[in-house]
């Protein structure tokens, strides 16, 4: 068994199988789907979706046979799953929640665990009490180069941090089931959408409690003739955004969705008193500098392949993020353990692509204390 990157060792097979229902099944319904097929312990006995093609689509990429519903509330009644996935559009998800939530059933949220902050405390309400855990996606923590990172910065290996930098340049997004993701009311907007995976990766490598945003952003290139029902499509594809921490620290974020022609589509970098660390994707790499020991062009490169990690044993669509999410779910789960990425992580990780938006609508600094 190999390391983890994230640090330890992945968790030992479970003896007998957890069933899975997926409540959603688009894109991600059947990413999460694919995962599940790979994990030892996991199985998927249902899915639910309004939507007759993504139904389809969760019987084909199942390995075995499924229970397929139309309505979620149907595949709650039946009784014949030990955890549930909830993949379903951003907006429906504080309704569905309101009913998954009264069971004890462990669920896991996909991101953004709602597109507004007072939906998301609402759900922070509505899981305080419950025994069983919920946790919320925010994979871009286990690709396996970030893994590697936070394990550095943790280890103390750049000293305090003073700076981080999160670069994504990448392509448009993709088209969802009826075009859902093209409309901010839906969505959050992309500073929710797309950015709370590198909001929550901020306050994770800072630790501290964000103060201030400010944020530039705009529409300038993607979907701008797109109408849908009478709404003009109002989904910003670029946008650049700081974020003042409590304690001092900065951090970052440089989107561009119209930049697929590139080398790397995700740069993290954190700065600190003794150096600086750097994860790279799809590139697979970190590279480490140490003041009094490197300098520039001249650092340590580590190369952090998903592929030749024992403990992922699916890469799929996120760089084998979800299979370990979902290999740290299931290990929670089995342990009784609250989960790494709580209900609280998700609420700062929204309410920080909120105040960004906010910014960039009124062209001043936002402080979090006015969001939240």
Not at 149 to 158: A, F, H, K, N
Not at 320 to 348: K, M, N
């Amino acid at each position: 068994m190999s390391a983890d990157p994230a640090g330890g060792t992945a968790p030992e097979v479970i003896e007998s199988d957890l069933r899975y229902g997926i409540i959603g099944a688009g894109m991600m319904g059947v990413e999460h789907i694919v995962n599940l097929n790979a994990l030892d312990g996991a199985r998927v006995v249902a899915a639910a979706d309004p939507h007759e093609p993504s139904r389809v689509a969760a019987t084909e990429a199942a390995d075995n046979s499924i229970d397929l519903y139309e309505r979620y509330q149907d595949l709650l009644d039946a009784g014949n799953c030990d955890a549930l996935v909830v993949a379903t559009p951003n907006h429906t998800h504080v309704d569905v929640l309101a009913d998954v939530l009264t069971t004890e059933l462990p669920v896991l949220i996909e991101k953004p665990m709602c597109t507004t902050v007072e939906d998301c405390r609402k759900v922070v309400s509505m899981a305080a009490d419950r025994s069983a855990p919920v946790w919320v996606g925010l994979e871009y923590r286990y690709m396996a180069p970030v893994a590697r990172l936070i394990q550095q910065v943790r280890s103390g290996v750049v000293g305090p941090v003073r700076m981080v930098a999160i670069r994504e340049h990448r392509f448009p997004f993709l088209q969802k089931v009826d075009d859902w993701n093209r409309l901010s009311r839906q969505t959050g907007g992309t500073l929710v959408e797309k950015c709370c995976h590198f909001f929550d990766l901020m306050n994770l490598l800072v630790g501290e409690r964000p103060r201030r945003v400010f944020a530039s952003g705009g529409q300038d290139v993607n979907h701008l003739d797109e109408v849908y029902g009478g709404e003009r499509s109002d989904i910003l594809d670029n946008a650049f955004v700081i974020v003042d921490y409590e304690g001092g620290a900065r951090a970052s974020l440089d989107l561009c969705m119209f930049a697929e022609a590139t080398r790397n589509q995700e740069e993290v970098s954190v700065v600190g008193d003794a150096g600086k660390i750097e994860a790279l994707l799809p590139q697979n790499e970190v590279r480490v500098g140490r003041r009094g020991e490197h300098t520039i062009g001249s650092v340590d490169v580590e190369s952090v392949r998903p592929g030749d990690l024992d403990h992922v044993g699916h890469i799929g669509q996120h760089h084998g993020s979800s299979f370990v999410e979902h290999q740290r779910f299931l290990a929670a789960i089995r342990a009784g353990v609250p989960p790494e990425v709580t209900v609280h992580d998700g609420l700062i990780s929204v309410a920080l692509g909120v105040a960004a938006h906010r910014s960039i609508e009124t062209g001043g600094p936002v402080d979090m204390s006015d969001v939240l």
